[in-house]
């Protein structure tokens, strides 16, 4: 009889496996969660990652080479830091803060005094959105005041991490977040 509970017990276990492995909606998980689809998403988030087809945005640089005036060719660096502050609350509302912070080249000086001068540019932009699951819950749709729409797709979606991608026209933009 103990034999036979468990032979029981272990194809039960299998079973279970088997079932439950095809129910992970996202393809990094999370294969099972006591909580919400939405209690998941709702908090204070920022991005650990953002990716323009694969290339680094939150922390940049490049060197790049420019023909000034005389003709004379120099090289110049241009760098940047971004930080993306995510809120999604639980009555659909979200707010997405932006902070960029980076050196460019002053072209215009630059060409007349062939050398590289910088100017510092810093921007903060607050935008306020309506946010919800698509129908099958698989994408979170962003809704702006103006009727644009941004469908991000979950790739994971755990209390400690979300993973999001976009398809933006010829470009596939990608967003990590953890908790604030």
Known sequence: MKQFKLTLGFILLTVGII??????????????SLRTK??????????????????DY???SSTETFECMSGEMFNFNMSGNMSINWVFENDGNTTITTISDNNTLDYANSYVQCEAIYTANYDENIETAKWDFSSNKEDIEITYSN???EKWHIIELREKQMKLTMEDGSYTIGVTLEPK
């Open 147 to 149: 009727g644009t729409i």
């Open 58 to 60: 939150l922390n940049y």
């Open 19 to 32: 079932t439950f492995t095809g129910c992970s909606k996202y393809e990094e998980g999370p294969f099972f």
């Open 38 to 55: 939405r209690s998941r998403v709702v908090g204070d988030w920022k991005a650990t990652a953002f990716t323009v087809d694969g290339e």
